[in-house]
């Protein structure tokens, strides 16, 4: 009641108009109810009235209240629907509101279980890519496709609801207590007669908790099935508790993308300018010595076959861009129709030392970083970064080639966890308290310190990753030249509903979203670890986090 009455001298004091609805598990009902009397009082001393009288409940008792001040509600009815152990609460006011639009506007390929057989069919009719460049190879593969695409599932506008999806409600026991229930209504209203209307309601409730039961399943289904898929689980539980975003409607313009576009941009260039560095920093970062053997190193790519490209392709998530010529779902079933083309553009890509200037273009969309938060200022948003699903693929081409050249010769930091083959935030967690449970068995004292870069990712040096992309791991030739022209003219555009922003160079950082990012930005913090071992200090990395530990005696 203490925390009830902190919130009614916040709002009663902002607000002149107020309504508060719901159970608030307040037998208001009982005069000997002392909760009940605290309550009657709160209000007396707020100026609010109650206005249910009756029982909300099957047990006789009033639970859910309509608590008003300054709004004129009248003919409140109290109805049993059989919906729940509570009873539906009804009342009339008069307000004007801004009533939002029940349904959306979608535009997108509707793809169908013909689709892709029928895409399949329509290319193979097409002629083989003639381009010598890799950038015209690509281009002339979209036009392609995107002729294809077209015809077999041209993008459609549709307006649909604006509802949650709940597929539990299609099953066939469902549907048959839906129809169950629509024939008892039907007769009800037919007949008016009591007996009608009890069996009427016992249909609704049989529904009720079959749907109950549905959902429960249905989820209960998801999470056994992904026991140990981390990045599922954690998104049921997103959707069980938390409501669907809407993009709110003052976002929705070209102006407002081009203000998201350019703030993200100067917080960026802001924390550069931030960070100090001299020369005597560099020169102390040249008197490292890499640990990798010096005639150890990777000039050129190992060409690639269709059935490399095809494993790769069923490896990547499908998650669609706004800059890919086909859904990324639909790529992944028709792979084996377009993997000769796709063995070109990549071996092609490779033999020049070149990343098409359309696969360097990054689409962001602002997050609203908490749904508390206020969404008219931009420092409440967080940029997530989507590439177009053929970057992907190159770059997990690359990613499995250098990894296994990394893996092979033992470059990687030995404490990195982060984006490595049988290294996880698990790992990382053992060994730290492992380390701190043998110092306190040995009598010797742990103290920890935690560092975390602002910005990590999106503060690297383009020049300083080069260098050590060389120097520290080995990187040479054709190799190197493909990782400069991968790093070079990247851009990226902030995209919200159907309005995009214009387009900004990247002049620091490793693409967000991308496969390749992650793994950069672990060699490119290859030094740190040589540095923490020469002041013999223990320390453990996941990505941009660090643990360093130093023990001391008692």
Known sequence: MDEFAELLSV?????????????????????????????????????????????????????????????????????DLALSDHFCVFFDLETVTSVPPSYVCLKKRYINENTSAQFMEAIAMTPTLSAETVDDLLDEY???????????????????PNTQKTPWRRTEIMQNLKSDCRRAERKWRSTKLQIHLELYKISLRKFNDGMFKARQQYFSEIIAKNVNNSRTLFSVIEKLTTPPDQIAPELLSAGKCNEFAVYFNEKIQSIRSNIRTNQQNHKNLEQLQPLRDESTTMLEFITVNPKTIEETVQQLNPSTCCLDTIPSNLFKTVVKSIVTDLCQKINCSFQSGTVPKSLKVAAVKPLLKKRTLDASILANYRPISNLPFMAKIIEKVVFNQLSQFLTFNKIFDKFQSGFRSHHSTETALIKVINDIRLNTDSGKVSVLILLDLSAAFDTVDHTMLLHRLQTWVGLNGKVMQWFKSYLEERSYFVSIGNFESDRLLMSCGVPQGSVL??????????????????????????????????????
């Not at 108009?17 to 002392?34: Q, S």
């Not at 409940?57 to 639970?63: N, S």
């Not at 990012?517 to 200090?537: A, D, E, R, T």
């Open 142 to 160: 979209n036009r392609k496709v995107c002729n294809v695409i077209d015809v077999v599932a041209p993008i459609k506008t549709k307006r649909k």
């Open 517 to 554: 990012g992650p793994l950069l930005f672990s060699l490119y913090m290859l030094p740190l670890g040589q540095i923490l071992q020469n002041c013999k200090v223990d320390y453990q990395s996941y990505a941009d986090d660090t643990t360093i530990s130093i023990t001391e005696p008692r």
């Open 11 to 79: 709002v009663c004091t902002e607000y002149n108009f107020l309504i508060i609805t719901g159970d608030l598990n307040i037998h208001v009902g009982n005069n000997m109810d002392n909760t009940a009397k605290e309550l009657y009082a709160l209000m007396d001393t707020f100026g609010l009235t109650q206005h249910v009288t009756g029982p909300t409940h099957t047990q006789g008792h009033t639970l859910d209240l309509v608590i008003s001040k300054g709004v004129d509600i009248s003919a409140v009815d109290v109805r």
